[in-house]
């Protein structure tokens, strides 16, 4: 098992080879009787309780009866530079956002990690990754 100190390096040469993209879309969720459209969609994300479609807010109206959170989202894409075999990387990001006051939804897809955050927040969110020592790669404004 590696020590605490080890951790923290590992985690910060993660930190170092990954970067970040801001995708430029504004996202809401919904919770939704049927999913319509699923290829329109970023996330459809199904419970035993109910299915919740996560998408652009111009594809609303593909959704047909549902009920949307009223809080706009903005797309953070992380790309990890050691997908599946860094402990702690998720927590490190949740942690740095959580200290400043930043809500986020957090999901991982196979090589990249998707934060949404509320779209008042993003230009903070933007800073908190480059002061842990994300790098910034791709296009989206702030």
């Not at 080890?6 to 809401?28: C, K, L, Q, W």
Request: aromatic share 8%; net charge negative.
């Amino acid at each position: 098992m590696a020590s605490h100190a080890n951790y923290r390096e590992t985690i910060r040469e993660v930190i170092r080879a990954s970067g970040f993209a801001v995708d430029p879309g504004v996202y809401v969720y919904a919770r939704v009787r049927e999913v319509r459209h699923a290829e329109q969609h970023l996330m459809v994300i199904r419970d035993p309780d109910e299915t919740t479609v996560v998408t652009a807010i111009g594809n609303l109206p593909l959704l047909g009866e549902h009920e949307a959170n009223p809080e706009r989202w903005r797309l953070i894409n992380i790309r990890c530079g050691k997908p599946f075999y860094c402990v702690g990387f998720v927590a490190t990001i949740a942690d740095a956002l959580a200290r400043e006051g930043i809500d986020i939804v957090i999901t991982s897809a196979f090589t990249n990690d998707l934060v949404l955050v509320m779209e008042k927040d993003l230009g903070r969110s933007v800073a908190v990754l480059e002061g842990i020592g994300f790098g910034r790669r791709g296009p989206g404004p702030v």
